[in-house]
């Protein structure tokens, strides 16, 4: 059982927290990912910096933006994620990026790489499902990988179960029609889609993401999911912050108070 | 038929719908449907009725004497200029707003580079009476100002890209990004033949229209079908999609596409895609695109805000690598001497982007008896500002 598998075993209100890595400087990764652990964050999506995010939103296009500024390629992820690993065992830790990154850098060299690295799973929105099932599932789940598909309140049952059929690890349930770090406010007919999935008997746990920013919204999530994914809020706070370490545990404390 | 689409969405190893899955029920209903409703006889009535009485079709094949002459050979321009609003783009913005409107859409969103897609979805919106906002990057709305009036005065809303260059590919990232925001009311009208299947094999189809006249338009001035070459230049690649599309089989037909080269392919500011570019993944499609090694896109540069864009069309990826259309590129300042020696020897200014076409005359070998077909996708009326400032130097080397 890896480390994803295990936790939402043991787990309820799993606390997700996406950085972009090399933001705000380029060696913060380590340091950020080391303290959101401290505060007591329960898994951590690290995203690969991108020139054209369709999926984002404003906020994690400006910190990739401003990641690649700071210099920050696939490598250097990789080894900031060793670091990672030579003080953190047990958080699950995945990565977020484009398909194209992995074209570049080679699929498989890449999934190799993220394996030995220490990344349990990969979130690639762009990455049709047919075409992972017929090229690249076989190799990622050698690897003992979770390929972690969305689905979106306009994705039918049908297509839902056959996501479910390709996604190990989780779902990532995409909360309502958006880019990333729209803030306006869960709402009732979100509810019901949380409902609908959860009475879905699929074989896949799911966690919430997309417009998940505070206390509220990410306790609202709670009650269908077995967690949920704060990103651009993350962002926003860590942006200007002179003492990382203290922002960081405010604003996890607040979430989980 | 080996340079159409395949059932997946793919010409050759090109192709495809690499898109979020926020986007995956919008395209995937188009992929359903698009042939049946583009293929209705409700449909091809109306589109051809707008065609004909709206834009101004059939454009005229124009043997252009004087130029002819000055290259030894005998060249006809396909007067796309001639169209209502002033490009090619009608033809496509007709065929997806009949389309836009069967699908029950209230909402257009468009992209654009030099604004002619732009103004010519804010024109069909206007038709329809259907809200539309366009996105243009910031820099392609100060070089194209007059068409940014033009869209606001249709009605639409121009709303500036500012990640990035601030160009073409940013604008496209806006217009997908809003898409993913709006899901249920918005149409996605794209105006290449780029992004994810069906958009470029649909936008082909509509400007096969081009080639479609430009057949029997031949056959009575000359006798045959079917020109010696044709040339046309390549941004995304839409206006050389329709000026080939019914030449694609038949392979006597040279197929000249010209990128544009900007400040030269060495010089770090071009947007000359096969020159410089690999295969990868822009806007949902798998094609040669202008990136560095980790796959980031590269910012392009040409003076032509509508050529101005990283990648090129899945089609056009498959015609350089099958060998099937010749690459060419031209820089800057090749296609505006290539404009103004159009509008000295012809009285036709024509838009920056057709000029890259015009401007690989003095680079190919032609001969007396053949006969070549130049695109000439639009008009320079929004080019003006750029010709004005570059006068003195034109008439100088004219």
Redesign the interface.
């Given at each position: 059982m890896n480390r994803i598998d295990s936790l939402i075993k043991e787990k309820k209100n799993i606390l997700n927290i996406y950085i972009t890595a090399g933001y705000p400087e380029k060696d913060d990764t380590v340091f950020i990912v080391k303290s959101l652990e401290k505060a007591g964050v329960d898994m951590i999506e690290i995203g690969m910096p991108y020139s054209d995010p369709l999926a984002d939103g404003p906020v994690i296009q400006h910190s990739s933006n401003r990641a690649l500024a700071n210099g920050i390629h696939l490598d250097t992820i990789f080894y900031q994620i060793q670091e990672i690993r030579k003080n953190i065992e047990a958080l699950p830790i995945i990565v977020m990026g484009y398909f194209n990154q992995l074209m570049q850098y080679g699929v498989e060299r890449f999934l190799e790489k993220a394996a030995a690295s220490g990344v349990d799973g990969l979130i690639i929105p762009d990455l049709p499902v047919d075409i992972y099932n017929e090229k690249y599932r076989r190799k990622t789940e050698e690897l003992e990988l979770d390929m972690i598909f969305l689905i979106t309140p306009q994705t039918s049952d049908d297509r839902i179960h056959q996501i479910d059929e390709a996604t190990r690890g989780f779902l990532y349930v995409v909360s309502s029609s958006s880019t990333t770090g729209n803030t306006a406010s869960l709402k009732k007919k979100q509810e019901s889609y949380f409902e609908r999935i959860a009475q879905m008997q699929l074989r896949n746990p799911f966690l919430v993401g997309f417009g998940i920013s505070d206390k509220t919204s990410f306790d609202l999530a709670c009650r269908y999911a077995s967690g949920a994914i704060i990103g651009s809020a993350f962002i926003k706070a860590i942006e200007n912050t002179s003492n990382l370490d203290k922002t960081i545990h405010q604003f996890i404390k607040k979430i989980k108070s | 038929m080996k340079y159409q689409v395949d059932k997946n969405g793919f010409y050759g190893k090109f192709g495809?719908?690499?898109?979020?899955?926020?986007l995956?029920?919008?395209v995937e209903y188009l992929k359903e449907h698009y042939l049946n409703i583009i293929q209705d006889t409700s449909f091809k009535k109306e589109f051809k009725m707008l065609l004909k009485d709206y834009a101004g079709r059939p454009t005229p094949l124009y043997f252009a004497k004087r130029l002819s002459a000055k290259y030894n050979t005998n060249i006809f321009l396909k007067r796309e200029d001639l169209n209502h609003t002033g490009a090619h783009k009608i033809n496509n913005t007709i065929g997806q707003i009949l389309l836009a409107k069967r699908l029950g859409k209230k909402r257009i969103i468009a992209e654009t580079g030099a604004g002619q897609h732009g103004v010519a979805t804010a024109t069909v919106s206007a038709l329809m009476g259907l809200q539309c906002i366009v996105y243009m990057g910031e820099v392609d709305m100060k070089r194209q100002a007059p068409n940014v009036a033009r869209m606001e005065m249709l009605g639409a809303e121009v709303r500036p890209a500012i990640?990035?260059s601030k160009t073409l590919?940013d604008a496209t990232?806006e217009a997908?990004?809003d898409w993913?925001?709006?899901?249920?009311d918005t149409y996605y009208l794209i105006g290449s033949v780029v992004g994810p299947h069906p958009y470029p094999d649909m936008v082909a189809r509509f400007q096969s229209v081009i080639s479609e006249e430009m057949k029997y338009q031949m056959k009575e001035k000359t006798g045959s079908e079917n020109p010696d070459k044709i040339i046309a230049c390549v941004g995304g690649g839409s206006n050389a999609a329709g000026a080939f599309y019914h030449y694609l089989e038949n392979e006597s037909v040279e197929l000249i596409a010209v990128e544009a080269e900007g400040m030269g392919i060495k010089s770090g500011k071009t947007a000359a895609t096969t020159q410089t570019g690999?295969?990868?993944?822009?806007?949902?499609s798998k094609t040669l695109l202008m990136?560095n090694?980790?796959?980031?896109?590269i910012e392009p540069y040409s003076l032509s805000a509508g050529l101005d864009y990283p990648g090129i069309g899945p089609l056009h990826a498959f015609l350089f690598k099958s060998h099937r259309g010749k690459f060419l590129g031209a820089t800057d300042k090749e296609a505006l001497q290539a404009a103004f020696e159009l509008t000295r020897m012809e009285g036709i200014i024509p838009a920056l982007e057709s000029a890259h076409a015009l401007a690989v005359l003095p680079k190919i070998k032609l001969k007396k008896e053949e006969t070549v077909i130049i695109n000439l996708s639009g008009r320079g009326d929004k080019d003006m500002q750029t010709y004005s400032s570059n006068l003195n130097a034109l008439k100088n080397n004219f």
């Amino acid at each position: 059982m890896n480390r994803i598998d295990s936790l939402i075993k043991e787990k309820k209100n799993i606390l997700n927290i996406y950085i972009t890595a090399g933001y705000p400087e380029k060696d913060d990764t380590v340091f950020i990912v080391k303290s959101l652990e401290k505060a007591g964050v329960d898994m951590i999506e690290i995203g690969m910096p991108y020139s054209d995010p369709l999926a984002d939103g404003p906020v994690i296009q400006h910190s990739s933006n401003r990641a690649l500024a700071n210099g920050i390629h696939l490598d250097t992820i990789f080894y900031q994620i060793q670091e990672i690993r030579k003080n953190i065992e047990a958080l699950p830790i995945i990565v977020m990026g484009y398909f194209n990154q992995l074209m570049q850098y080679g699929v498989e060299r890449f999934l190799e790489k993220a394996a030995a690295s220490g990344v349990d799973g990969l979130i690639i929105p762009d990455l049709p499902v047919d075409i992972y099932n017929e090229k690249y599932r076989r190799k990622t789940e050698e690897l003992e990988l979770d390929m972690i598909f969305l689905i979106t309140p306009q994705t039918s049952d049908d297509r839902i179960h056959q996501i479910d059929e390709a996604t190990r690890g989780f779902l990532y349930v995409v909360s309502s029609s958006s880019t990333t770090g729209n803030t306006a406010s869960l709402k009732k007919k979100q509810e019901s889609y949380f409902e609908r999935i959860a009475q879905m008997q699929l074989r896949n746990p799911f966690l919430v993401g997309f417009g998940i920013s505070d206390k509220t919204s990410f306790d609202l999530a709670c009650r269908y999911a077995s967690g949920a994914i704060i990103g651009s809020a993350f962002i926003k706070a860590i942006e200007n912050t002179s003492n990382l370490d203290k922002t960081i545990h405010q604003f996890i404390k607040k979430i989980k108070s | 038929m080996k340079y159409q689409v395949d059932k997946n969405g793919f010409y050759g190893k090109f192709g495809g719908a690499f898109i979020p899955e926020l986007l995956y029920s919008n395209v995937e209903y188009l992929k359903e449907h698009y042939l049946n409703i583009i293929q209705d006889t409700s449909f091809k009535k109306e589109f051809k009725m707008l065609l004909k009485d709206y834009a101004g079709r059939p454009t005229p094949l124009y043997f252009a004497k004087r130029l002819s002459a000055k290259y030894n050979t005998n060249i006809f321009l396909k007067r796309e200029d001639l169209n209502h609003t002033g490009a090619h783009k009608i033809n496509n913005t007709i065929g997806q707003i009949l389309l836009a409107k069967r699908l029950g859409k209230k909402r257009i969103i468009a992209e654009t580079g030099a604004g002619q897609h732009g103004v010519a979805t804010a024109t069909v919106s206007a038709l329809m009476g259907l809200q539309c906002i366009v996105y243009m990057g910031e820099v392609d709305m100060k070089r194209q100002a007059p068409n940014v009036a033009r869209m606001e005065m249709l009605g639409a809303e121009v709303r500036p890209a500012i990640s990035g260059s601030k160009t073409l590919k940013d604008a496209t990232n806006e217009a997908i990004r809003d898409w993913i925001n709006h899901p249920e009311d918005t149409y996605y009208l794209i105006g290449s033949v780029v992004g994810p299947h069906p958009y470029p094999d649909m936008v082909a189809r509509f400007q096969s229209v081009i080639s479609e006249e430009m057949k029997y338009q031949m056959k009575e001035k000359t006798g045959s079908e079917n020109p010696d070459k044709i040339i046309a230049c390549v941004g995304g690649g839409s206006n050389a999609a329709g000026a080939f599309y019914h030449y694609l089989e038949n392979e006597s037909v040279e197929l000249i596409a010209v990128e544009a080269e900007g400040m030269g392919i060495k010089s770090g500011k071009t947007a000359a895609t096969t020159q410089t570019g690999t295969e990868g993944i822009i806007h949902g499609s798998k094609t040669l695109l202008m990136q560095n090694n980790d796959g980031q896109i590269i910012e392009p540069y040409s003076l032509s805000a509508g050529l101005d864009y990283p990648g090129i069309g899945p089609l056009h990826a498959f015609l350089f690598k099958s060998h099937r259309g010749k690459f060419l590129g031209a820089t800057d300042k090749e296609a505006l001497q290539a404009a103004f020696e159009l509008t000295r020897m012809e009285g036709i200014i024509p838009a920056l982007e057709s000029a890259h076409a015009l401007a690989v005359l003095p680079k190919i070998k032609l001969k007396k008896e053949e006969t070549v077909i130049i695109n000439l996708s639009g008009r320079g009326d929004k080019d003006m500002q750029t010709y004005s400032s570059n006068l003195n130097a034109l008439k100088n080397n004219f």
